[in-house]
């Protein structure tokens, strides 16, 4: 249960680390057009990939919350709305960047809208914080990026217990609660949309990110549950898998990625691109790039006990030490 720690108890959160990663500037030379993004069905398009918004009135965004704004895919997302015009709440724990961000997004006025709201997810008043304005009538939401998370690498049992209560309350228990309240106001206005960003990690038990690639199950089948019971609504729930993407995401998490593939990789922009035309289109499900496309139909037609043989093997191969 998410909850802010007694002083005595072990916290549930950590501080947020103070990554070496530069923060990557968007180029200020090129002003936002406000264009509204606007989508209609297009399976071929989504199989080859293309991720260019299509122009119909079945889709239209006003304005985004979207959490994890400060890094990686979910700060891809916000240029790309804001490009396109849509105003922004911006939702993550280093409000300097974020305010850095949305300085740079609103363009001197020529931009769209842009809120921050500083708040830690794994924090119960950080996460009431945006509940709260998630569900708020005056300015409403009427796209929810459900995109912060997190993951570690290593044996499970030698996680450290701070760190494993954050994957869950980030990944799952906070994504739980803003998908709650959107769906609730969304419903009664018979408007809205909301993205789950999961991961290929959902189609399999993976060892050494056991708990990660589980919460990501879980994501991956609460989004196909929720876009069904929406279905024939205003409502759209779009679940997005991405594969390996070049973020924080791998630092953050002490990943060995010399024991990861090297192949296959997309930059947070192609992703973002991605997902976002995706759910423009109202799709149910969204595995970004074409190789990852490719993995997640061979993992959808094997047997999951040949997947887990494979799969084991590559793990032990890689860290013969471990556990
Ligand atoms: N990178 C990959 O290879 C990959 C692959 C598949 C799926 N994904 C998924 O894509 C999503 C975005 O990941 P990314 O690759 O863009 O990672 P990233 O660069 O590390 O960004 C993660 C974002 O989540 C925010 N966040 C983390 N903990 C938070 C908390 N307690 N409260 C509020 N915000 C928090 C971070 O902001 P602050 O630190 O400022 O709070 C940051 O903005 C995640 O759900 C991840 O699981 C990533």
């Known amino acids: 249960m998410i909850r802010s720690a007694p002083d005595d108890a072990l916290p549930l959160c950590r501080i947020p680390p103070r990554l070496a990663v530069p923060l990557m500037m968007r180029d200020s030379t090129s002003r936002p057009t406000r264009r509204r993004i606007t989508g209609s069905a297009g399976m071929l398009g989504i199989v080859l990939g293309r991720s260019r918004l299509l122009q119909s009135d079945r889709v239209q965004w006003e304005r985004a919350l979207v959490t994890g704004a400060s890094a990686g895919i979910g700060r891809a997302m916000a240029v790309r709305l804001a490009d396109a015009g849509v105003d922004l709440v911006l939702v993550a724990r280093r409000g300097d960047r974020l305010e850095e961000l949305a300085e740079d997004l609103r363009a001197d006025g020529a931009g769209p809208e842009v809120e921050v709201l500083e ?70 206005r018979d408007r809205g949309q909301v993205i789950l960003v999961s991961s290929m990690a959902s189609l399999q038990g993976m060892p050494m990110t056991a708990l990660y690639a589980a919460t990501k199950a879980f994501i991956t089948s609460f989004g196909e549950g929720l876009y069904e019971e929406h279905k024939g609504t205003g409502v ?56 990852n496309r490719v993995l997640a139909v061979l993992s959808g037609i094997s047997p999951r006990r040949l997947r887990r043989t494979i799969i084991g093997r590559a793990a032990r191969r890689a860290w013969p030490e471990s556990p």
């Open 119 to 188: 708040a830690d997810l794994c924090d119960l008043d950080g996460l009431a914080a945006v509940e709260k304005r998630v569900v708020a009538e005056d300015a409403p939401i009427d796209l929810l990026v459900n995109n912060a998370g997190l993951g570690y690498e290593g044996p499970f049992h030698s996680q450290d217990p701070i760190e494993v209560s954050e994957t869950i309350n980030v990944n799952m228990v906070a994504l739980v609660r803003l998908s709650h309240a959107a769906l609730g106001s969304m419903t009664a």
């Open 236 to 291: 759209t729930v779009t679940t997005v898998l991405p594969g390996l993407t070049r973020t924080e995401f791998h630092q953050r998490g002490r990943w060995n990625l010399d024991k990861w593939p090297s192949v296959g990789w997309q930059s947070a922009e192609e992703v973002a691109a991605e997902a976002l035309a995706a759910a423009a289109r109202s799709r149910p499900e969204m595995v970004t790039g074409r190789i």
